[in-house]
């Protein structure tokens, strides 16, 4: 059986989960607030965004992936350095727990709007298991503030990691041991794969996920991290390509999030095809 459900962003694609029919949002990317506004948006306003997205997905589940800013996206607000290469840089979970003071008040927002409902956070850009300690130890002192407070807390809280870097994929049954559900983030892990620029239009050629060795490379990694039960989604947009998606099936994946746009030929390719 293959599950599938959405990638989104905006409180606007929440609508096409009943109309595409996906089971919940695989990949609700948190950055877009703060990449589309002047200044940093306040606790109360990710926490507004957050609820009515879990309010109109009417109890399916809503993985939200915590801000992944530096790389490409980029905010005007905030000093990235002079990086030579920002895509391997001071990005997603490096920020977080380098700096916490974004990701602290994110993850307040984040447990009050599910309040009384399944929390499932989601951390970008993991290269080391050890980053997912420093995490959860963030995550646990904003649990404990909203005890001291008297907050109602979210029912359960589900954590994640995104596999994308060949070093995460290379140990991901690691970091599946410390975490609740795994996603592969197949747009940045191909870059670094092959070491080819996911925008640049020149190595092109040289980023295929129909590639032998990418496929081998995701295959050894689905199959590493089903020895540990953890669950794994993939997320990267290479299922836009029905053959590619069919591929991603034939070395394993189960789960996918996908723009809304290619869930109809997805599920028309996975009706025909025999695994
Ligand atoms: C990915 O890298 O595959 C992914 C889903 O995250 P983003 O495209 O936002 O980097
Ligand atoms: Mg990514």
Request: glycine share 8%.
């Amino acid at each position: 059986d293959v599950a599938i459900m959405m990638n989104a962003g905006l409180a606007l694609d929440m609508p096409y989960l009943d109309q595409t029919g996906a089971e919940g949002v695989g990949l609700f990317r948190t950055e877009l607030q703060f990449l589309i506004g002047s200044q940093l948006p306040s606790v109360a306003s990710q926490e507004a965004l957050y609820r009515e997205a879990l309010d109109l997905a009417n109890g399916k589940p809503v993985i939200f992936r915590t801000a992944d800013i530096g790389g490409d996206k980029t905010a005007p607000y905030m000093d990235h350095g002079n990086e030579v290469n920002p895509a391997m840089g001071w990005r997603g979970l490096r920020m977080a727990v380098d700096r916490p003071g974004m990701i602290r008040p994110q993850l307040r927002a984040l447990l009050s709007a599910a309040a009384g409902r399944t929390l499932y956070v989601m951390f970008p850009f993991v290269t080391l298991p050890t980053e997912i300690d420093d995490i959860r130890a963030l995550l646990d002192r904003e649990i404990d503030r909203a005890k001291r407070r008297d907050k109602e807390l979210p029912e359960a809280i589900k954590v994640g990691a995104m596999i994308e870097t060949p070093a995460s994929a290379w140990r991901a049954d690691l970091i599946a041991e410390k975490v609740d559900f795994l996603s592969v983030g197949g747009n940045d892990l191909a870059q670094f794969f092959f070491a080819a620029d996911r925008d640049s239009e020149r190595v092109q050629r040289r980023y295929d996920p129909m590639n032998g060795g990418f496929l081998n490379f995701l295959k050894n990694t689905v199959e590493k991290v089903s020895r540990t039960g953890t669950p794994l989604s993939y997320c990267g947009e290479q299922t836009a390509d029905p053959v590619t998606a069919a591929a991603l099936i034939g070395v394993g994946v189960r789960l996918f999030s996908l723009p809304a746009a290619f869930v109809g030929p997805f599920r028309r390719m996975v009706r025909t095809l025999d695994a």
